[in-house]
T-cell receptor
Framework: SQQGEEDPQALSIQEGENATMNCSYK?????LQWYRQNSGRGLVHLIL?????REKHSGRLRVTLDTSKKSSSLLITASRAADTASYFC?????????????FGQGTILTVHP | NAGVTQTPKFRVLKTGQSMTLLCAQD?????MYWYRQDPGMGLRLIHY???????AKGEVPDGYNVSRLKKQNFLLGLESAAPSQTSVYFC????????????FGPGTRLLVL
């Protein structure tokens, strides 16, 4: 399966701390995307990183991609209570299997004020 | 722009009943998707469409049908609902490519008794 697997499943931190979530996948990818889902809401796109990129930043978010290890990480710096949400990685298969997004099961992040 | 909207927000069905979930987008996106989200399972693709008049099966298509008669609308039908179809359903769209960022609706919570 191409499905990404997030680690940890749940993360609890204090406001101001950094949060790191990891995603591993099994086969070659075209790109990897991170999404956030607030409780009871739809998913919101955070960052897309292509297979030829190693790192991307967006505000307090930093995403890295290591294609040799088939893994990605999402770092949220100086976390806020409003960052409390579920975070999903989603992969798009590359090569001859090029196609749609496949989502992992997500990491539940709780940021305590 | 409203983005991606879904109707209804919540519905309770009895086993064997039918219903249609409506998704609408005002971003002129070519691609539209239906996902279901179950606890611990992440999002799974049910059906998708790469343009008006087209539909294709995703990962879990059984028990569902779809139609894309207009570019802005994507309908998901349940002909004979089963308790296993109790889930939260999300519609999404992307501009012109399966691999691009997807924009999600707020979801429809369906309970089948």
């Amino acid at each position: 399966s191409q499905q990404g697997e997030e680690d940890p499943q749940a993360l609890s931190i204090q406001e101001g701390e950094n949060a790191t979530m990891n995603c591993s996948y099994k086969t070659s990818i075209n790109n990897l995307q991170w999404y956030r889902q607030n409780s009871g809401r739809g998913l919101v796109h955070l960052i897309l990183i292509r297979s030829n990129e190693r790192e991307k930043h967006s505000g307090r978010l930093r995403v890295t991609l290591d294609t040799s290890k088939k893994s990605s990480s999402l770092l949220i710096t100086a976390s806020r209570a409003a960052d409390t949400a579920s975070y999903f990685c989603a992969t798009v298969a590359g090569g001859t299997s090029y196609g749609k997004l496949t989502f992992g099961q997500g990491t539940i992040l709780t940021v305590h004020p | 722009n409203a983005g991606v909207t879904q109707t209804p927000k919540f519905r309770v069905l009895k086993t064997g009943q039918s219903m249609t979930l409506l998704c609408a987008q005002d971003m002129n996106h070519e691609y539209m998707y239906w996902y279901r989200q179950d606890p611990g399972m992440g999002l799974r693709l049910i059906h998708y469409s790469v343009g008006e008049g087209t539909t294709a099966k995703g990962e879990v298509p059984d028990g569902y049908n779809v139609s894309r008669l207009k570019k802005q609308n994507f309908l998901l039908g349940l002909e004979s609902a089963a308790p296993s179809q109790t889930s939260v359903y999300f519609c999404a769209s992307s501009y012109r490519n399966l691999a691009e960022t997807q924009y999600f609706g707020p979801g429809t919570r369906l309970l089948v008794l």
